[in-house]
């Protein structure tokens, strides 16, 4: 949740009017309620990003550890929609009528990376959308989801080459190749020495030839494809003192490969 808490209170001053008449509107909340819900989310997000950069971070900030997640201060008030989400977190009627990828059918450029948080529902995106319209094109980078931004990132600049296709009619070749434009490598570290060199074409995602492999979680730590074995481990979980997030697919929280072992120094209950 850590994306959805700093970008609502980050965002709750900065809402536009439109937004603020309808939740006015809709939920019978005044003016003088709204703006002071805005007062404390600022207040709220200086003490999230503070306990976000802590050692070890989030798990001695209140803001943070609060449960249950529906019903948050300041932001249950300006963005009400957000329990109707957390109180539907699985396939269900509700998401089903929500679904608006089904209605798409325009001509689409999807773009994310291999640590990018929205990488999971770009590429069912675009899966879902090409397999009934056959318009949609996917590229998938290294790094995190801002790395689209760094100008090492594109092998090249397709922008131009899809717009002028599909705006102005120009034959820019853009359709002539494979679908799915992909980086074989998952992070750089040195974003500055990087070059695009290393990416691959594909007709669609996953790859004709990837093969889908399952590993075991082993009783010793070790991950194996032989299946489960060795000793069984347990632990007590703790909700309010939860193990920290180092690395993975974030967008907020650093991303990518990190080293665990500051993690695994931590005390846990067995």
């Given at each position: 949740?850590?994306?959805?808490?700093?970008?609502?209170?980050?965002?709750?001053?900065?809402?536009?009017?439109?937004?603020?008449?309808?939740?006015?509107?809709?939920?019978?909340?005044?003016?003088?309620?709204?703006?002071?819900?805005?007062?404390?989310?600022?207040?709220?997000?200086?003490?999230?990003?503070?306990?976000?950069?802590?050692?070890?971070?989030?798990?001695?900030?209140?803001?943070?550890?609060?449960?249950?997640?529906?019903?948050?201060?300041?932001?249950?008030?300006?963005?009400?929609?957000?329990?109707?989400?957390?109180?539907?977190p699985a396939p269900d009627p509700f998401r089903a009528a929500h679904n608006f990828r089904r209605?798409?059918?325009?001509?689409?450029?999807?773009?994310?990376?291999?640590?990018?948080?929205?990488?999971?529902?770009?590429?069912?995106?675009?899966?879902?959308?090409?397999?009934?319209?056959?318009?949609?094109?996917?590229?998938?980078?290294?790094?995190?989801?801002?790395?689209?931004?760094?100008?090492?990132?594109?092998?090249?600049?397709?922008?131009?080459?899809?717009?002028?296709?599909?705006?102005?009619?120009?034959?820019?070749?853009?359709?002539?190749?494979?679908?799915?434009?992909?980086?074989?490598?998952?992070?750089?570290?040195?974003?500055?020495?990087?070059?695009?060199?290393?990416?691959?074409?594909?007709?669609?995602?996953?790859?004709?030839?990837?093969?889908?492999?399952?590993?075991?979680?082993?009783?010793?730590?070790?991950?194996?494809?032989?299946?489960?074995?060795?000793?069984?481990?347990?632990?007590?979980?703790?909700?309010?003192?939860?193990?920290?997030?180092?690395?993975?697919?974030?967008?907020?929280?650093?991303?990518?490969?990190?080293?665990?072992?500051?993690?695994?120094?931590?005390?846990?209950?067995?």
């Amino acid at each position: 949740m850590e994306r959805l808490w700093l970008w609502v209170a980050r965002n709750i001053p900065g809402l536009s009017a439109s937004h603020r008449h309808a939740v006015m509107r809709r939920f019978g909340v005044s003016a003088a309620e709204l703006d002071a819900a805005a007062a404390a989310a600022a207040a709220r997000y200086a003490r999230l990003d503070a306990a976000r950069q802590g050692e070890p971070p989030f798990i001695a900030s209140p803001d943070w550890m609060r449960l249950p997640l529906t019903g948050y201060p300041d932001f249950a008030t300006w963005q009400p929609f957000l329990d109707e989400i957390i109180t539907h977190p699985a396939p269900d009627p509700f998401r089903a009528a929500h679904n608006f990828r089904r209605t798409i059918e325009i001509p689409g450029f999807h773009v994310t990376t291999w640590f990018d948080v929205f990488q999971t529902s770009v590429l069912a995106a675009f899966n879902d959308i090409q397999s009934r319209v056959a318009n949609q094109k996917l590229w998938i980078g290294p790094n995190e989801h801002y790395f689209v931004y760094h100008r090492n990132f594109w092998p090249r600049d397709p922008y131009f080459a899809w717009f002028d296709y599909w705006l102005k009619g120009e034959p820019t070749g853009i359709l002539d190749e494979p679908a799915v434009f992909y980086s074989s490598r998952a992070w750089i570290e040195d974003r500055e020495a990087y070059t695009p060199t290393d990416w691959c074409y594909a007709e669609r995602w996953p790859p004709p030839d990837a093969r889908p492999r399952r590993l075991y979680l082993r009783g010793d730590g070790s991950l194996s494809a032989d299946g489960p074995g060795g000793p069984s481990r347990h632990y007590r979980y703790d909700p309010r003192r939860p193990i920290p997030t180092a690395g993975g697919r974030n967008m907020l929280i650093d991303a990518g490969p990190r080293d665990q072992r500051a993690v695994q120094a931590l005390p846990i209950t067995v």
